[in-house]
């Protein structure tokens, strides 16, 4: 089992800043590649970001590439999500996941409880 906690989430203005964490436990969390997904209310939940065991292959939704980075410290049993230039359609609750690399959920065998963030315009 791993258990992760989602963090960070806030409600910010367009063009604002903002870093996600998600810390875990459990199983070893360097075996796990990484993601970040995201629901918005009345939306299938989305593939935002994902990022490889080894932090050295990373793949990023369309609609987010160029704005966020996602990483990891393995020491540290974290990975984070920096979100830059957010917009008011980046609102969402966003979830942490570890599975297997990709963008399907279906990869990903373990979620956290979502964090919210809101973007006012």
């Known amino acids: ?7 960070g989430g806030a409600l910010v203005q367009a063009g ?8 875990a436990s459990g199983r070893t969390f360097s075996s796990f590649s990484m993601g970040w997904f995201r ?3 009345g939306k299938e ?26 990483s990891r ?5 974290s990975v984070y999500l920096q979100m830059n230039s957010l917009k008011p359609e980046d609102t969402a609750v966003y979830y942490c996941a570890a599975g297997r690399f990709g963008s399907s959920p279906g990869r990903y065998d373990y979620w ?5 963030v809101t973007v006012s315009s």
């Open 73 to 77: 410290d393995n020491a540290k049993n």
């Open 112 to 116: 956290g409880q979502g964090t919210q």
């Open 39 to 41: 629901q918005a209310p």
């Open 16 to 23: 604002d800043s903002l870093r996600l964490s998600c810390a």
């Open 45 to 70: 939940r989305e593939f935002v970001a994902a990022v490889s065991w080894t932090g050295g292959s990373t793949a990023y939704a369309a609609s987010v590439k160029g704005r966020f980075t996602i």
């Open 1 to 7: 089992q791993v258990q992760l906690v989602e963090s």
